[in-house]
């Protein structure tokens, strides 16, 4: 069974900062893809940012240059660098990875989809 644990949220004011970790544990052999998305109530969940594992970078246009999404691939954690932060920035942000677990089908694995829990980042003067 794997975990996406989210850490790093809380309140801030505009044009503060909040770094957000996304731990993944269990029985993983690899992890693929990972990204940050956000939702606030009523609204669709938005893509932020997404790296591949090869180190591709994708960023919605509302936070480029803001926001950095890395990972450590040898600790299985995911990180978004949040900066200059904005009221628009608050929503209940959620971590996503594709993590390729053992098999019992292929000695290579098998990829499945994974979130974690959400933390709220609140941008409040």
């Known amino acids: 069974q794997v975990q996406l644990v989210e850490s790093g949220g809380g309140l801030v004011q505009p044009g503060g900062s909040l770094r957000l970790s996304c731990a993944a544990s269990g029985s993983i052999f690899s992890i693929n893809g990972m990204g940050w998305y956000r939702q606030n109530p009523g609204n669709e969940l938005e893509l932020v940012a997404a790296?591949?594992?090869?180190?591709?970078?994708n960023y919605a246009h509302s936070v480029e240059a803001r926001f950095t999404i890395s990972r450590d691939n040898a600790a299985n954690t995911g990180y978004l660098q949040m900066n200059s932060l904005n009221p628009e920035d608050t929503a209940v942000y959620y971590c996503h990875a594709y993590v390729v677990v053992p098999s019992s089908w292929s000695s290579e694995g098998k990829e499945y989809s994974y979130w974690g829990q959400g933390t709220q980042v609140t941008v409040s003067s």
């Open positions: 790296i591949t594992s090869g180190g591709r970078i």
